[in-house]
Each structure stands twice: as structure tokens, then as C-alpha cells.
């Protein structure tokens, strides 16, 4: 502003200084954009993990897999979890590719998200290139049974700001009963019981504060995580219609001695053919962390 007030003033042999100035505006806006987008979500994430007990005692043993179905006990052995800490919390980085509807272009996306275990909660943080040079910047929020969506252009302008209403706290309440595939142990916590469906699969209601969504997890022979289906709301707002969501593990990695489904695709199922709108991959997973990815 010091700098456009001054060309004015000397207008005659400062004028294309203006050009300088309107391109260093054009860089500096998204810039306090995306700054102010992160700080928002920084905080969001630290006051997520200060709720999480800092110590963690006692292991998980074989005995506490007992009233699980037979199938979900040999998934927690499969994924290593006897034997290993109790896990509260965890966090995770992302990369992979979205589209927004099922003739769209694949987008490349890269994200971290922030769980709470013990009271089920997640922050996820990602920034979608949408278009060489144009980036969105979007935060999904799942906390005390609700959730929220917020997706920005540029980390600015508001593109979906949706929460807190029944559709948006169920679709966020499966998002996290479906992760679990990252994080087994949650399988052992009270809000989630299990029903044996068949020898290979198993289905699991997860409550919380009076709510209730219910999923399918099924597995390979072994005790493998496969893939987790649910009725979830396709599309936004009033016309969002209950639909199947499907997903799938493709290969498989270990993480601090747990075995994880690092890549998936995630798939819904709708009545003019299928939609894989997302491909991921996990790059980074730790368990009962005590700070924030810097």
C-alpha cells in the first residue's frame, strides 16, 4: 500500500511499478490464505491430541480378543496387535488422487490426519492440486459426534462449508468406523460391538452420543483386512441420498510392528456403475503420538 501510495504520488515516472505491485498482491493473498487455513487447522489438531492421556499402560493380550467374532480375532492377530501397546491415538500422512465426479479428472492430493481413540475423533488436513498452479485446501472435522466439512480455493475462498447436521455426523462416524482398519485395536473399545456374519465377515455398530451407524468389515481366510461397506449420503445438503461406500484394501505394510492396509481405493457404488472416486496411500503412521507433524 506505502509502496502504490508513492507511485501515485510520482505517477509520471512511477507508473509501472503498479504491475509490480498487483503481481506481488496476486502472490500474497493465497499466501495469508493458506497461512491462516493452517494455522486454524494447527490448532484444531493440538487441541485434539491434548485431550489424549500421555502415557499409555498395559499391552493387549490374547484374552482381551476373546468375545471378539472368530474372523475380527484373527484380524487382530494378523495385524500383529497382541503383545503390542494400547493404542489412544495416532497420526498419519497421505498422498494419492480424487475425483470429484466420475467422468472428472483425477486430482493428486497429499494430506495428515489426527485421530483420537479413546474419544473417537479425527481432524484430516489435505491440499488437492485441482489445476496446475490452483490448489484447494479442504479439512475434514469429526469431533463429540459431529462433523464438519470445509474446502477452500486457494485456502481462501469458500468452496463447501457443511457441518453439524445428521448427514454430515453420520457420514463422519462411518468415515471413522471404516479406518479403523489403520488403527485394529479401536476394534477392542466399547463403542464399537460386532456381530459374526459369516466365517470370512463381521459387522460393526458404532455408537456415541445417541447415534448410531452400522458397516461391514469382511477379510480374506487369513484374518486380512479386505474391505469395509456401508449406506452413507452421496452428494451434499437436502439432495444427498443414502448410498453404498465401499472400501478396499489393495497391499499391505507395517507400521510400528502393526500390519495396515497402506494402499486402498474407496469406491461408491451407485446405480449407474461404479464411482472410484479416491486412490490412497499411507506414507507415514505413528501410534500414540504427542505432538502435531511439524
Given at each position: 500500500?506505502?509502496?502504490?501510495?508513492?507511485?501515485?504520488?510520482?505517477?509520471?515516472?512511477a507508473k509501472f511499478g503498479t504491475?509490480?505491485?498487483?503481481?506481488?498482491?496476486?502472490?500474497?493473498?493465497?499466501?495469508?490464505?493458506?497461512?491462516?487455513?493452517?494455522?486454524?487447522?494447527?490448532?484444531?489438531?493440538?487441541?485434539?491430541?491434548?485431550?489424549?492421556?500421555?502415557?499409555?499402560?498395559?499391552?493387549?493380550?490374547?484374552?482381551?480378543?476373546?468375545?471378539?467374532?472368530?474372523?475380527?480375532?484373527?484380524?487382530?492377530?494378523?495385524?500383529?496387535?497382541?503383545?503390542?501397546?494400547?493404542?489412544?491415538?495416532?497420526?498419519?500422512?497421505?498422498?494419492?488422487?480424487?475425483?470429484?465426479?466420475?467422468?472428472?479428472?483425477?486430482m493428486q492430493f497429499t494430506a495428515?490426519?489426527?485421530?483420537?481413540?479413546?474419544?473417537?475423533?479425527?481432524?484430516?488436513?489435505?491440499?488437492?492440486?485441482?489445476?496446475?498452479?490452483?490448489?484447494?485446501?479442504?479439512?475434514?472435522?469429526?469431533?463429540?459426534?459431529?462433523?464438519?466439512?470445509?474446502?477452500?480455493?486457494?485456502?481462501?475462498?469458500?468452496?463447501?462449508?457443511?457441518?453439524?447436521?445428521?448427514?454430515?455426523?453420520?457420514?463422519?462416524?462411518?468415515?471413522?468406523?471404516?479406518?479403523?482398519?489403520?488403527?485394529?485395536?479401536?476394534?477392542?473399545?466399547?463403542?464399537?460391538?460386532?456381530?459374526?456374519?459369516?466365517?470370512?465377515?463381521?459387522?460393526?455398530?458404532?455408537?456415541?452420543?445417541?447415534?448410531?451407524?452400522?458397516?461391514?468389515?469382511?477379510?480374506?481366510?487369513?484374518?486380512?483386512?479386505?474391505?469395509?461397506?456401508?449406506?452413507?449420503?452421496?452428494?451434499?445438503?437436502?439432495?444427498?441420498?443414502?448410498?453404498?461406500?465401499?472400501?478396499?484394501?489393495?497391499?499391505?505394510?507395517?507400521?510400528?510392528?502393526?500390519?495396515v492396509p497402506y494402499k486402498s481405493?474407496?469406491?461408491?457404488?451407485?446405480?449407474?456403475?461404479?464411482?472410484?472416486?479416491?486412490?490412497?496411500?499411507?506414507?507415514?503412521?505413528?501410534?500414540?503420538?504427542?505432538?502435531?507433524?511439524?
Amino acid at each position: 500500500m506505502l509502496s502504490q501510495t508513492l507511485i501515485v504520488i510520482y505517477w509520471q515516472d512511477a507508473k509501472f511499478g503498479t504491475i509490480l505491485n498487483i503481481i506481488i498482491l496476486l502472490f500474497s493473498i493465497p499466501a495469508l490464505g493458506k497461512f491462516q487455513f493452517d494455522s486454524m487447522v494447527q490448532k484444531e489438531a493440538k487441541e485434539l491430541l491434548s485431550n489424549i492421556p500421555k502415557k499409555t499402560d498395559g499391552k493387549i493380550n490374547k484374552d482381551d480378543l476373546a468375545h471378539l467374532p472368530e474372523i475380527v480375532q484373527k484380524w487382530m492377530e494378523n495385524s500383529g496387535v497382541a503383545g503390542a501397546p494400547k493404542i489412544v491415538s495416532l497420526r498419519l500422512k497421505q498422498k494419492g488422487e480424487m475425483k470429484t465426479k466420475p467422468d472428472g479428472t483425477w486430482m493428486q492430493f497429499t494430506a495428515e490426519q489426527y485421530f483420537d481413540v479413546e474419544n473417537p475423533a479425527f481432524i484430516w488436513v489435505t491440499e488437492v492440486t485441482a489445476f496446475p498452479g490452483i490448489h484447494l485446501s479442504g479439512r475434514d472435522k469429526f469431533y463429540d459426534g459431529e462433523g464438519e466439512m470445509l474446502i477452500k480455493l486457494l485456502s481462501l475462498i469458500p468452496v463447501v462449508d457443511e457441518g453439524k447436521n445428521e448427514k454430515m455426523n453420520s457420514g463422519t462416524m462411518l468415515r471413522f468406523l471404516g479406518e479403523i482398519c489403520w488403527f485394529s485395536p479401536a476394534a477392542l473399545n466399547q463403542y464399537i460391538t460386532w456381530e459374526e456374519v459369516d466365517a470370512t465377515s463381521a459387522k460393526a455398530t458404532f455408537r456415541l452420543n445417541n447415534k448410531e451407524v452400522t458397516g461391514l468389515f469382511t477379510f480374506t481366510k487369513n484374518g486380512e483386512f479386505h474391505s469395509f461397506e456401508a449406506e452413507r449420503y452421496y452428494g451434499r445438503g437436502k439432495d444427498a441420498q443414502k448410498e453404498k461406500w465401499l472400501v478396499e484394501a489393495v497391499s499391505y505394510k507395517e507400521f510400528e510392528g502393526i500390519k495396515v492396509p497402506y494402499k486402498s481405493k474407496v469406491t461408491w457404488k451407485l446405480p449407474e456403475g461404479d464411482f472410484n472416486w479416491l486412490n490412497l496411500e499411507l506414507t507415514e503412521l505413528e501410534y500414540n503420538p504427542q505432538q502435531i507433524f511439524n
